[in-house]
């Protein structure tokens, strides 16, 4: 319940840093001041943009805890030679214009040498404008189909999470031919909800679905119940709820309130782990989703395994959520990167990424050349309501569709240069 | 338009009803205050929030949800008067923004509280067992606590009727409100009456966060986007007038819902354009007195 408090600690100034500061302003007067500045090294800063207020903060908040992890690992292994690593973290509040600011603010006054983060199609976007234009490495932990595209894509952006195409492209493969052809898209009204229902429509081609409807919802709805008799009344096989956070959590216990769930099978293109872990069992019964990680693939991977120990050391015992797990990802790569690199220079770390093939947290990844997609799997969950060995344990994997660029959108068709 | 048909149209303006009950429950107490007390109170989205969040500390301590619907408005009221004697009362006999933008810091005070104490992360808040599921209304199924709530609204509006209309002490309020100076004349502590005024307005805010918890949680921002739809409820209705804003608030539910049944995109839209239509046609409302934001 403290937890508000720990996120603070980027904002304030600490000792260190005043003396740094005031040290600074000293040598700047003094004859010696070339030698002594090669004698201090600076700490390497990542910028971490994410809405840590609003209705994504939980899983924001899982976000910067594993990114917190995967620097404390890169600084007790030594940093890049005895350099250390140091996470900024900053409120975007889940606004382009908030995140803009906020990602300038990180690269011009904090000199920032990489920023990870966002956890919003279109805040990054926002964010990528501005590190693409600075030159700086921007690696997206959050869902976007544009950020792969030509308009949208520089040398400098990353997209460590999946993207909408992928995801509803395995839910789809998963769902469709299972539960029925007949389907209601419920959509939170921005690219993230669109990307994704037409990642849905598309792979939907191949088993002959029917879109009833698309019923389109601004982001931060807290009632659906104007929406549900209709949905009701279509009588669709599936029901696709594409938002996200707390909108997932409302509108998945109202549907559930309203008795859908006895007629139709309700899909969703992510699972949030943070979203079901705050709702309750009762809201998530039985819905069926896709996700980047799940924490009991521990099983399966070393990788995971050792991730979540980490984690679960540094954290009293607790486990990673999905974006969490990207969080870490997402900086864990970077770093990463530097230590192959052997530097902070961005046209090195750039070439380090490309060339990294990693298994860090969720079994074997890798960035595609063209568009720096990680290629990765994606996971098919249902919920659990019963037999839970721990308060993490909320969803069974029941599917797993392995990595393959197959499944990705080409290069040329997203307008790169092959 | 697919799967259109009367018994769809009967069940969406049910559900714009019961959406409307919500939005009355809020507003009137808004409009409470404001009728008596010319106090555009900000902090009622805030009040409201803090229902939710009392209730789910009530919980915790093992009441129940029924022991809540009478704790809850309470505490909430009791905390409501302890911001109206300390706060709000030095402003009165100053310009109207004074009030206003006390209230407003206020909301944020109170939300940053509650992040702290309680953290960013909202909490589930689940519906009461008995009143679980969705029941067959006839036309369609609609579910069984949003029919709890609309009765709830009913009581309340009932009470604060019988209480404002029936009572010597409803009766000094309602003078109160039309003539302080008369009836400060007539040896009437009016301070005490607003006081008191105030502590029922912001016991009913948290009443009905209380009330909307089930619905979607409870979460520090939750009384943000009501509080939007709850002016657009008061300004309608007329400001200050407790039937305008029943009217008003059932009225806006209705607009809410089918507008989402034809165009939901612009669902959000319609209640704003629906007060600019009526600020047009009537400056003050359906029921509002002229002049007394002046």
């Known amino acids: 319940m403290t937890e508000g408090k ?4 980027s904002g304030s100034i600490s000792r260190r840093r005043l003396l740094t500061t005031v040290g600074a302003a000293v040598l700047a007067a003094s004859p010696f001041r070339i030698n002594l500045l090669q004698a201090e090294e600076a700490s390497i800063k990542i910028g971490f943009p994410v809405p840590l207020t609003g209705p994504y903060g939980t899983e924001a908040q899982d976000q910067v805890r594993a990114a917190g992890l995967a620097v404390a690992q890169f600084n007790d292994a030594g940093g890049l030679d005895g350099r250390k690593a140091e996470l900024v973290v900053r409120d ?7 995140a803009a600011t906020r990602t300038l603010e990180l690269v011009e006054k904090e000199k920032v040498s990489f920023v990870v983060g966002s956890l919003s199609a279109a805040v990054q976007l926002a964010i990528n404008n501005v590190t693409k234009e600075r030159g700086v490495i921007f690696n997206s932990i959050s869902q976007s189909d544009a950020i792969n595209e030509a308009a949208d894509f520089s040398k400098y952006t990353f997209h460590e999470a999946l993207n909408p195409h992928i995801t509803s492209g395995a839910v789809g493969r998963y769902a469709f ?17 669109h990307e994704m229902v037409r990642g849905f429509l598309e792979v939907g081609k191949a088993f002959d679905i029917e879109n009833l409807a698309d019923i389109r919802h601004p982001i931060g709805t807290t009632d659906y119940s104007t929406l549900l008799p209709r949905i009701q009344a279509l009588k669709p096989d599936i029901l696709c709820i594409c938002n996200f956070g707390r909108d997932q959590q409302i509108s998945l216990k109202q549907a559930t309130d309203f008795g859908l769930k006895q007629t139709t099978q309700i899909i969703a293109p992510l699972l949030s782990h943070a979203s079901r872990v705050a709702a309750g069992p009762q809201a998530f019964e039985g819905v069926i989703g896709g996700c980047s990680f799940y924490w009991g693939i521990e099983d399966k991977f070393a990788s995971t395994k050792a991730f979540n120990d980490a984690f679960r050391k540094m954290y009293d015992g607790r486990l990673p959520s999905d974006y969490g797990a990207l969080g870490y990802g997402g900086v864990r790569t970077v770093l990463a990167a530097v230590r192959n690199a052997g530097s902070v220079d961005t046209d090195k770390v750039v070439a380090a990424l490309e060339a990294l093939k990693y298994d860090f947290y ?6 595609r050349k063209c568009d720096h997609q990680s290629v990765q799997s994606v996971m098919i969950i249902k919920s659990k309501s019963k037999d839970m060995r721990n308060e993490s344990d909320v969803f069974e994997v029941i599917s797993t569709e392995e990595p393959d660029e197959a499944n990705l959108r080409g290069c040329a068709e997203l307008g790169h240069k092959v | 338009m697919a799967g259109l048909s009367l018994d769809l149209i009967a069940l969406q303006l049910f559900a714009g009803l019961a959406l409307g009950a919500i939005y009355v429950l809020f507003a009137i107490g808004l409009s409470l205050i404001f009728g008596m007390l010319t106090v555009v109170n900000f902090a009622h989205g805030a009040f409201y929030m803090v229902g939710a969040y009392v209730g789910l500390y009530m919980l915790s301590l093992g009441g129940n949800f029924w022991l809540c619907l009478i704790g809850v408005p309470l505490a909430v009221g009791l905390f409501g008067l302890a911001v109206e004697r300390v706060l709000i009362r030095p402003l009165y006999g100053r310009s109207i923004d004074y009030p206003l933008l006390l209230t407003f810091g206020l909301s944020y005070v109170m939300v940053e509280l509650v992040r702290i104490v309680f953290g960013k992360t909202g909490y589930p808040f689940d519906t009461p067992e008995i009143l679980q599921g969705a029941v067959n209304i006839g036309v369609g199924y609609f579910p069984l606590y949003r029919l709890f709530v609309i009765g709830a609204a009913a009581a309340v509006l ?12 409803g009766l000094i309020i309602r003078a109160g409100a039309r003539d302080p100076q008369i009836v400060r004349v007539l040896g009437v502590d009016v301070s005490k009456v607003w006081l008191i005024v105030f502590g029922i307005g912001t ?5 009905a966060g209380l009330l909307a918890a089930p619905l979607q949680g409870a979460s520090p921002e939750m009384g943000g986007t009501i509080l939007a739809e709850a002016f657009v409820v008061t300004v309608v209705g007329g400001m200050g007038s407790i039937g305008g804003a029943v009217l008003a608030g059932l009225l806006v539910g209705v607009v809410v819902s089918m507008t989402s049944l034809f165009a939901p995109e612009m669902a959000k839209v319609s209640i704003f354009a629906l007060m600019a239509l009526v600020l047009i046609v009537r400056p003050q409302g359906f029921f509002g007195r002229a002049g007394l934001m002046s």
């Open chain 1, 92 to 98: 975007d509040k889940l606004n382009p214009g908030e």
């Open chain 2, 158 to 169: 009932l009470a604060l009727w019988l209480f404002l209309e029936k009572t010597s002490f």
């Open chain 2, 203 to 207: 016991g009913i805010a948290g009443f």
């Open chain 1, 6 to 9: 720990s996120m603070r600690k």
């Open chain 1, 362 to 367: 969720k079994g074997p990844q890798y960035y």
């Open chain 1, 177 to 193: 031919p299972k539960f029925g052809k007949k389907v209601v898209f419920l959509t939170a009204d921005y690219a993230y909800g």
